[in-house]
């Protein structure tokens, strides 16, 4: 490849770098919900309790960030910064007992399903008190006693597993929906398209999701995937359906809509929600494959923001309010920095617990 060629290839898509004059987006967001909160039945208590764990995701990130550039800890950190929305609005339309599983962005994953800051934390700094112990970090957050089964870093390697608990659910009869999130780097793997196809053929009760946030690492999503991910869908006859995961309230109704469905019909379901990361891939990421424009365009569709207009648009709720909010989270999440701090590492023997499944407790539960 000659090097002017090379470099056009290479060149980034961000809305700066449209060649033709039509903005070319990361992604392509749908429009969001028209629903109120009243006609979905969320009360300002909800909404609430929506905020306040959606910050909690993004500070509980930020400091994470923060700990690691000190050294506190190293490995990986994926951040899932601008992409609480849905992880918020999904675990709210969920049960408590359905099943969640996904990829290595999985910070917010745990905190809406029950792990403490605390215990996020410790797990980042490697310390025994963490949500696995210390032996996990970043990429393996799990709360199984309260139906998340973790984060895992393969891509696309959790997916399977995805189709062995919906198997598990309908063999049992118990009525649990269980949702796997991906992100659209994934959709190319040979391990999705193989349970698609059995989860269709056997009628499991699983939710796939693609979480499209625009990239793939550093390879926009335009480069890496032919036609649109939903598509991915027609080839097994699967339901399916594309919206928008920069509002919580959108995310909330599809997925209450969906899980209700599967719940009926134990059919599966292929899911795309459009989305944007504001942070790197990881924490060596130097963003050359994006623009500012880019980022700055997305930034202004902040998911917190947007939740905060719309709490602010009740007249009973007052920015004071929802600033005393931001202010106990904070609080929460330097209390878990300190905690993390001096909590005891796992002693070496730990290595040799929870190596098979006899051993763990839950699994006879
Ligand atoms: C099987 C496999 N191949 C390659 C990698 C290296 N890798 C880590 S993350 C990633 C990109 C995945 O992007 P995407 O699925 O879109 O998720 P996102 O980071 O956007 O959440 C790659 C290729 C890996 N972890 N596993």
Request: charged fraction near 25%; aromatic fraction near 10%.
């Amino acid at each position: 490849m000659s090097s002017k060629k090379k470099e056009a290839f290479f060149a980034p898509i961000g809305l700066a770098h449209s060649s033709n004059g039509v903005v070319d987006k990361a992604v392509d967001l749908p429009a969001s919900t028209t629903a109120t909160p009243k006609q979905l039945g969320l009360s300002s208590k909800s909404l609430l309790e929506m905020f306040r764990q959606m910050v909690l995701q993004r500070k509980f990130e930020e400091r994470s960030m923060q700990m690691y550039q000190k050294g506190k800890f190293g490995g990986f950190l994926h951040l899932y910064i601008g992409q609480e929305a849905i992880s918020t609005g999904t675990a709210f339309a969920f049960n408590g007992d359905d099943d969640l599983i996904t990829a290595y962005r999985d910070h917010g994953w745990g905190l809406v399903r029950g792990i403490s800051a605390r215990q996020g934390m410790a797990e980042l700094f490697g310390k025994a008190p963490g949500c696995s112990k210390g032996k996990g970090g970043s990429m393996h957050f799990a709360n199984v006693k309260e139906h998340f089964w973790g984060g895992y870093g393969i891509v696309g390697g959790h997916v399977p597993l995805a189709g062995g608990l919906a198997f598990a659910n309908k063999y049992q009869g118990n009525k649990r929906v269980t949702a796997c999130f991906l992100g659209d780097g994934a959709v190319h793997q040979g391990a999705l398209h193989e349970t698609l196809n059995m989860c269709q053929l056997w009628k499991l009760p699983c939710i796939f999701v693609v979480e499209n946030n625009g990239y793939a690492m550093g390879t926009a999503v335009q480069r890496h995937s032919t036609g649109e991910i939903w598509e991915r869908a027609l080839g097994y006859g699967m339901k399916h359906r594309v919206f928008n995961g920069m509002d919580v309230l959108t995310v909330y109704e599809n997925m209450k809509e969906i899980a209700a469905e599967v719940r009926k019909d134990s059919m599966p379901w292929f899911v795309e929600i459009r989305t944007y990361r504001y942070r790197g891939h990881s924490m060596s990421d130097p963003q050359k494959y994006r623009t500012k424009e880019e980022m700055d365009e997305f930034q202004k569709l902040d998911p917190i923001e947007r939740l905060r207009t719309l709490l602010l648009s009740d007249k009973s709720i007052t920015d004071k309010k929802l600033e005393a909010i931001e202010k106990e989270v904070e609080e929460e999440v330097l209390d878990a920095i300190t905690y993390a701090d001096e909590a005891p590492f796992p002693e070496p023997e730990a290595l040799y617990e929870d190596m098979f499944a006899g051993d763990n407790p839950i699994f006879h539960t």
